[in-house]
């Protein structure tokens, strides 16, 4: 158990049960049909979320005549001089290249499963490379802090949200749902 370190003995549950720790009650795991297919469908829609996030425009400020637009790209670039270049690379790591890092690992590990096949070779390794990246995906905390930005900024200019703002937002909701499909034990398993 991940909340109190009993040691379970995994074994078959049926459909629409739960597995609880006997200790602590905390959930283990909770199958559900079709979730392979599932988790594969909502990787590849964040992939392509993540991709349309990167290339449209993310936000248009518009104040005293003057117009910015800017990308996600652009947000990365904006503090690629200097001393700041690090901030930029672990911007591009930490919001772009780690989260499609991880969707990749995820697609890799459980594409073939859901296809009815063995799993692919490296398969343990990509998805122990996906669970440890998981709390170093950070589209979700730069989401929140752009809103957060928008609020602040919002009486200064006039705001145009261009549509990767509402891809990274789609792409939150669909790593939530994806993550909430996942049990990493079925999967190992």
């Not at 009650?25 to 909770?30: D, N």
């Not at 901030?87 to 296809?115: C, D, E, H, K």
């Not at 990274?168 to 909430?180: E, G, P, R, S, Y």
Request: with cysteine; proline share 6%; aromatic share 6%.
């Amino acid at each position: 158990c991940p909340v109190c370190d009993t040691l379970h003995r995994f074994s078959a549950i049926p459909q629409g049960a739960q597995g609880r720790c006997t200790r602590c009650h905390h959930k283990l795991v909770t199958p559900r049909p079709n979730a392979m297919t599932r988790i594969v469908m909502l990787a590849v829609t964040g992939t392509i979320l993540m991709m349309a996030a990167i290339s449209f425009p993310f936000l248009t400020i518009e104040t005293h005549g003057l117009r910015q637009q800017a990308s996600v790209i652009d947000t990365i670039l904006a503090y690629s001089d200097g001393l700041m270049v690090p901030l930029s690379l672990a911007m591009a790591a930490l919001i772009v290249v780690l989260p499609l890092m991880r969707l990749g690992a995820i697609l890799y590990t459980v594409a073939p499963m859901a296809l009815g096949h063995h799993p692919a070779r490296g398969a343990a390794q990509a998805f122990r490379l996906a669970q440890q990246l998981k709390p170093w995906a950070m589209a979700e905390v730069f989401i929140v802090g752009v809103a957060v930005a928008l609020v602040k900024v919002g009486g200064l200019a006039t705001l145009t949200i261009g549509p990767a703002f509402w891809a990274f937002a789609a792409l939150v909701l669909i790593t939530v749902l994806k993550d909430n499909f996942m049990s990493s034990l079925i999967i190992w398993k």
